[in-house]
């Protein structure tokens, strides 16, 4: 069983730019989900990707977006990047079809921002 | 919106104790909550799931109960070691499985 990773792990980019990062989910998941996660805080949810669709979003503007493709892998979009997005970026795969199915998370990618 | 409120101060015990980890929350109806453990530098890890009609979870160590009446939620870890010392999350899943987090109260377990 292959486990969810992150690339890259660490990036650091200037005001203004985009990043994009990508997750690969753990094998048998078809749902993915982005989390951000401040220094000392909890992840808030970001946005969630079923079937290669949004399937509901958190408190966040559309700079943030996100794909899912058809392997269930998915990338997290980030335009004009602002210095409050550096955070650690997490993302979480888990089984629709199981109910309360438990996030599997990766390691994250440390975004600094200056 | 829903508030989700863990203990903000780190939770010191002496190894063997049993830790008791809270999360509170308001504006919600959660279908079930979750604990999750992290480790700094490591995506959170997940532990134990309770559900909303279910009063007390075990598992191994672990024990955790959930009140919907006073809409709190405990995690206790029984004969603590140091290895147990880590954030503990705890986390509201809707029945879409999409989660809220507290922001997670880090224990200590000293030897």
């Known amino acids: 069983e292959t486990g969810v990773t992150q690339s890259p792990t660490h990036l650091i980019k200037t005001r203004g730019q985009q990043v994009t990062l990508r997750c690969s989910s753990q094998?048998?998941?078809?749902?993915v989900s982005w989390y951000q996660q401040a220094l000392g805080q909890g992840p808030q949810f970001i946005f969630q990707?079923?079937?290669?669709?949004?399937?509901g979003r958190g408190n966040f503007p559309p700079r943030f977006s996100g794909l899912q493709f058809p392997n269930y892998s998915s990338e997290l979009n980030v335009n004009a990047l602002e210095l409050d997005d550096s955070a650690l970026y997490l993302c979480?795969?888990?089984?629709?079809?199981?109910?309360?199915?438990?996030?599997?998370f990766g390691n994250g990618t440390r975004l600094t921002v200056t | 919106s829903q508030k989700i409120e863990q203990n903000s101060e780190a939770l010191n015990i002496q190894e063997g104790k049993t830790a008791t980890l809270t999360c509170n929350y308001t504006?919600?109806?959660?279908?079930?909550l979750q604990w999750y453990r992290q480790d700094p530098g490591r995506g959170p890890v997940f532990l134990l799931l309770?559900?909303?009609?279910?009063k007390e979870k075990r598992k191994e160590r672990l024990k955790v109960t959930f009140d919907t009446t006073l809409k709190q939620s405990l995690f206790h870890i029984t004969a603590s070691q140091p290895a147990d010392s880590a954030t503990y999350l705890c986390?509201?899943?809707?029945?879409?499985?999409?989660?809220?987090f507290g922001s997670g109260t880090k224990l200590n377990v000293k030897p």
């Open positions: 979480a795969s888990s089984d629709r079809y199981i109910y309360n199915s438990p996030l599997h």
């Open positions: 990707y079923y079937r290669e669709e949004e399937n």
């Open positions: 986390a509201l899943g809707d029945n879409f499985n999409k989660f809220y």
């Open positions: 094998s048998g998941h078809n749902t």
């Open positions: 309770i559900r909303e009609n279910e």
């Open positions: 504006n919600y109806s959660p279908a079930y």
